[in-house]
């Protein structure tokens, strides 16, 4: 693993599959253990760009409570990012194309940029049809400049490709890559389709750490095909779920590729979400701390109703973090009296009917075996 110190080109950071950190847990009773070279560069990256002010606010530490109930849910308060953030883009379509007439990820400061990474494993470039990438593909990694956590960035592939906010396999491959080079079981990355509170219609995933366990590390998930790592959510906002460990991330990254192309052609709205994770089937395991394992990786999906036009002047937005049960407040009062029932009716406006959830679920395990 490098990270390239010419100034003459940007900062790239090389990696190979023997670099994903396969032994995780939540808690070991042993204290931290040192950071991965990953999150040691994005941390490194990230702080240095908030001290010399290029962010639009100083982050500083956020205010956290737990809401009392079953789900756990982590609320924070920031008023900052409701009231500094960039305008949101008017999103009309799921498949609104791209527009450089509006902002995208190719004007921004190239000092916003913390470096581009390339998986340089021998033998990942393969012959068509192969399913394996044909050529390196770029993954630039830049601060958001309106963070809502710790080290929040951006994963944009290849902006000058100037991709719509539709997910590719490699986005998704990669993003599960970036999980599986932390070290931390806090690094979290999601992304939020058109219609589901995407700001910024230019290809990208959110990347942020939150040190706060969320349920959806180890709530169980119902087998759906799971030699394709499909399983059904259960106890959880209603959605699917994948899980790969280190060595299935390829087959993995293709499933859930065909996965949102159907939500996609369907015109459904979505939300994923990146974590560490115990497998949906062993996650009491380990007798002495159970659901301490987190050595692969969980992808959520949750289908969900469109909404478009500009963003509610609500206490949060239903979109990636928020499904999983990080609720970022924009304000005290919602912060300090919401209850776990009150987001639940929130959430429950956005989530799909049961019948159109069954309805998918059937659809999708059809495609998924025979893929």
């Known amino acids: 693993m490098s990270t390239s110190k010419d100034p003459t080109v940007p900062l790239r950071f090389v990696y190979t599959n023997q670099d994903f950190v396969t032994d995780v847990c939540r808690s070991s009773g042993n204290g931290p253990s040192p950071p991965a070279k990953f999150d040691a560069d994005v941390q490194a990256g990230w702080t240095d760009r908030m001290a010399r002010g290029l962010f639009r606010y100083n982050l500083g530490d956020l205010q956290t409570r737990i809401l009392p109930g079953s789900r756990g849910y982590v609320a924070q308060l920031n008023i900052q990012r409701g009231a500094e953030k960039r305008k949101p883009q008017e999103i009309l379509s799921i498949k609104q194309e791209f527009n450089a ?25 393969a012959s068509p049809g192969s399913g394996r ?39 998704i491959h990669a993003g599960i890559e970036s999980v599986l080079l932390s070290s931390d079981t806090g690094f979290r990355v999601g992304f939020n389709s058109l219609g589901a509170f995407a700001s910024v219609n230019h290809l990208h995933l959110h990347g942020y750490y939150m040190d706060h366990e969320l349920k959806i590390e180890s709530v169980r998930g119902k087998p759906l095909v799971p ?51 115990c497998s949906p ?22 289908p969900r109703k469109s909404c478009f036009g500009a963003k509610e002047d609500s206490a ?39 019948g159109e959830i069954h309805s998918l679920e059937q659809q999708l395990t059809r495609l998924l075996m025979d893929f």
């Open 281 to 302: 089937f062993e996650h009491t395991q380990d007798k002495k701390n159970p659901g301490c394992s987190r050595k692969g990786v969980r992808i959520c999906v949750w």
């Open 133 to 171: 990438r044909q050529q390196p593909s770029r993954m630039v990694v830049l601060v958001n400049v309106s963070p809502l956590e710790f080290g929040h960035c951006l994963f944009v592939p290849d902006p000058s490709r100037c991709l719509p906010q539709v997910l590719t396999q490699f986005t």
């Open 316 to 354: 949060f937005n239903v979109a990636l973090c928020e499904l999983a049960g990080h609720l970022p407040f924009k304000n005290k009062k919602d912060y300090e009296l919401s209850t776990e029932k009150d987001v639940m009716d929130v959430i429950q406006k956005y989530v799909l009917p049961d």
């Open 101 to 125: 007439a509006q902002f995208n990820f190719n004007e921004i400061n190239p000092e916003e940029i913390i470096f581009e990474m390339l998986n340089d494993t021998e033998g990942d470039t």
């Open 227 to 277: 030699e394709k790592g499909f399983y059904r959510l259960l106890d959880f906002p209603v959605g699917f779920l994948f899980y790969t460990e280190s060595e299935e991330v390829e087959e993995v990254a293709r499933a859930i590729c065909e996965v949102t192309d159907f939500l996609v052609d369907g015109n459904i709205a979505h939300n994923l979400f990146l974590t560490r994770g």
